[in-house]
Antibody, heavy 121, light 107 residues
């Protein structure tokens, strides 16, 4: 059974940093692209970033480019998102989502339950 | 950036009725469009990928159609568990993008 478990969220001041983690199990982690998708309170879904199975390719939403960094450790079956220079508008639930296929633009077939990030002074 | 527009914003229907949801892209995304369902307090669930392919375990009452810029998600006969928010998402261009969602609620 595929499981994705996010952690690392919390309350942080504007300008601060956080690192989110997503522990994966139930599939061959390194064979699939992994994504981060966020959802601000009461709002819709916003794709944030993707990393290929090997970790060699990454893409970001314009809203986070230069501030967020996606990475993965295939030996630990874990996905990461480093959030720097946080702004109030980054407040959201952050979901990790597995790609349906190997390709980095594949649909998202499994999602974690999310970790909440609140940026406030 | 590809902008996805969904209509209507809210669809009020009764169980057993047919639901037709629309998603329009600002430029052609070929068939690279997916649909997701999200219920309150839950993560989204993949329903349809590449416009018309049902994801694993999705009931046959869900179907998708379209290509280019115009897409439709149809729920042939609404079950009580189908009342939720539905999002479309394109994977044709970076950055990937979602539509704003259509809420299907009980009339």
């Amino acid at each position: 059974e595929v499981q994705l478990l996010e952690s690392g969220g919390g309350l942080v001041q504007p300008g601060g940093s956080l690192r989110l983690s997503c522990a994966a199990s139930g599939f061959t982690f390194g064979s699939y692209a992994m994504n981060w998708v966020r959802q601000a309170p009461g709002k819709g879904l916003e794709w944030v970033s993707v990393i290929s199975g090997s970790g060699g390719n990454t893409h970001y939403a314009d809203s986070v480019k230069g501030r967020f960094t996606i990475s993965r450790d295939n030996s630990k079956n874990t996905l990461y998102l480093q959030l720097n220079s946080l702004r109030a508008e980054d407040t959201a639930v952050y979901y990790c989502a597995k790609g349906l296929w190997f390709g980095d633009s594949s649909p998202f077939d499994y999602w974690g339950q999310g970790t909440r990030v609140t940026v406030s002074s | 950036e590809i902008v996805l527009t969904q209509s209507p914003a809210t669809l009020s229907l009764s169980p057993g009725e047919r639901a037709t949801l629309s998603c329009r892209a600002s430029q052609s995304v070929s068939s690279y469009l997916a649909w997701y369902q999200q219920k309150p307090g839950q993560a989204p669930r993949l329903l349809i990928y590449d416009a018309s392919n049902r994801a694993t375990g999705i009931p046959a009452r869900f179907s998708g159609s379209g290509s280019g810029t115009d897409f439709t998600l149809t729920i042939s006969s609404l079950e009580p568990e189908d009342f939720a928010v539905y999002y479309c998402q394109q994977r044709s261009y970076w950055p990937l993008s979602f539509g704003p969602g259509t809420k299907v609620d009980i009339k």
